[in-house]
């Protein structure tokens, strides 16, 4: 896990880029059992066996968490082959996005899932499993295209325990079907959450470009697959220290090979402190099983930000090429402005303020890019306050 002056301290008290992720979520590394269930409603009765609704995501969702982690993850879905019904209809549980988990409400999640658990008890010890998965009927409630329904509660306790005083926590909520190639993935993105991860797109649903589109999941889950940014593999568990790269602030120059995130091996990222929250992180990207469609391949710079809470853009992609409508501009799940973001051979980031630059010298035979970094020209200060957070979908 990261350690060192390049992991940066930030939001603790829910899903943020900090580094390390707090205690309270799941781990992401080693063997992690999810208990499975299936839920329907008397209104909304499921047209499916479980069985079916339990292959719309397995085994691509275990398959994603093994390539991603370069094999630290052995995800273990354990489902319950049941649809549980629940007593009310949809539509009085109030459930719609931005629903909360208040315990003093008979609607919204806490009341859904007092249901779920005392209709579970019987068959599962909540204490058995790391990760709960509850997919819902995929006919109860709206199309995914018109809102989409799934978050996860992570981190914090909830306040409700199972018949056996297990805490029910770290709980993801799959509604409906993504559309397009991989939909699967909604659940690596919500189990992402259970990690610790943030959301890195604005979920107020303000316009304009994603911050880092299809560079990561947590930004863009929809359409064609995408790996995971070098620094969330970092957090999750699954680089060695050797593989990540620091340049404190008022060192020398130094210089780097770097071997794709899609490529096992071999150093992944550097990390640039820029102050007591924040880093310019490189990496290289390539095409590859997760990620095919990285049009330009070279090497990738953004900033992060630990005391920026999920859905604010805690991370934001550097655009090489920002007058470019990137490579993919008709695609329907894909925001094209940042596909072609990576730098190239010969070219050069600055950013003026702190005094990073990020020269990317050749790409090598191997696949590997040589990259010379200039740290920060200033010591970061101490650390201030976090920023208060918001909730995940």
Known sequence: LPTGPCALPGITDNVSEAAPTPAGFARAAGTVRALTLFIDFPDAPATLSPMARFGEFFPAATDYFRVSSYGRLTYVPKPLFRWLRMSRPLAAYGITRGATFDPASDRGYHALSREIVHAVDPYADFRDYDVVNVIMAPNAGPPATRSVLSVTFSGADLGLRTGRGAPFRNVSFIWSRQTGLSAFRVLNHENAHVFGLPDLYYTDDRAGRAPVGHWDPMDE???????????????????????????????????????????????????????????????????????????????????????????????????????????????????????????????????????????????????????????ATRRPSSPTAPAPPVPHP
């Open 221 to 375: 889950d929809w359409g064609p697959s995408n790996d995971f940014l070098g620094w969330h593999k970092w957090k999750l568990g699954w680089l060695t220290p050797g593989q990540v790269h620091c340049a404190p602030a008022g060192q020398l120059p130094t210089e780097h090979d770097l071997t794709p995130v899609s490529t096992p091996g071999g150093a992944k990222i550097v990390v640039v402190p820029t102050g007591p929250h924040t880093a310019f992180v490189v990496e290289a990207r390539a095409s590859g099983l997760l990620d095919p469609l990285v049009c330009r391949p070279g090497v990738l710079v953004y900033h992060v930000a630990t005391d920026v809470p999920s859905g604010r853009a805690p991370i934001r992609v550097v655009d090489a090429t920002p007058h470019s409508r990137g490579c993919y501009a008709d695609s329907r799940y894909v925001d094209p402005d940042l596909t072609d973001a990576p730098f190239r051979p010969g070219e050069t980031f600055t950013d003026r303020t702190s005094g990073v630059t990020v020269t990317v010298l050749t790409e090598n035979t191997d696949g590997t890019y040589r990259v010379r970094v200039t740290p």
